[in-house]
């Protein structure tokens, strides 16, 4: 038995040490392109990621009330829907109850989007380009007689 047990170790330590033995090699290309320097930016530090980005890419149609509930709790109703919520531990314990249902990005306090400024985004450009009204040019026909 003894003899088992202390082979079995043998085995682990012998694996163990091999896995820390590996070794891995990078391979530097030999191109003569070489990449632009960094833009100058404001600050040298990057912002802070305050925020949770949560998007609805599965629906929850056939799961359980309480998989509903979290996910109305979060103000996501509906698929594609994209919510904010500040990094916070209750937000934390929401995502992980539907994390297969959502797909979630850390985002700094400047990328979050009211629902207002999402729906904008969304929103196709006019077809059209406004030059004037009827009133307006019927109005300044007579200005250039004296």
Not at 20 to 35: D, K, M
Not at 69 to 96: C, D, F, N
Not at 97 to 112: D, M, W
Request: glycine share 6%.
């Amino acid at each position: 038995m003894a003899s088992i047990l202390s082979s079995r170790r043998l085995l682990h330590s012998q694996w163990r040490n091999a896995s820390r033995s590996l070794t891995t090699t990078t391979h530097t290309p030999t191109s003569t392109f070489t990449a632009p320097p960094p833009a100058p930016s404001t600050s040298s530090e990057p912002e802070p990621m305050t925020h949770y980005k949560i998007t609805l890419r599965r629906s929850a149609i056939s799961l359980g009330d309480k998989i509903k509930g979290t996910l109305i709790s979060l103000g996501i109703h509906r698929r594609m829907q994209t919510v904010y919520h500040r990094h916070s531990p209750e937000a934390a314990g929401k995502i992980l109850r539907v994390k297969e249902l959502v797909e979630v990005h850390n985002v700094p306090e400047s990328q979050v989007r009211t629902n207002s400024e999402q729906k904008l985004d969304r929103k196709a450009t006019r077809g059209y380009k406004v030059l004037g009204n009827r009133r307006e040019a019927f109005m300044n026909i007579g200005e250039g007689r004296v």
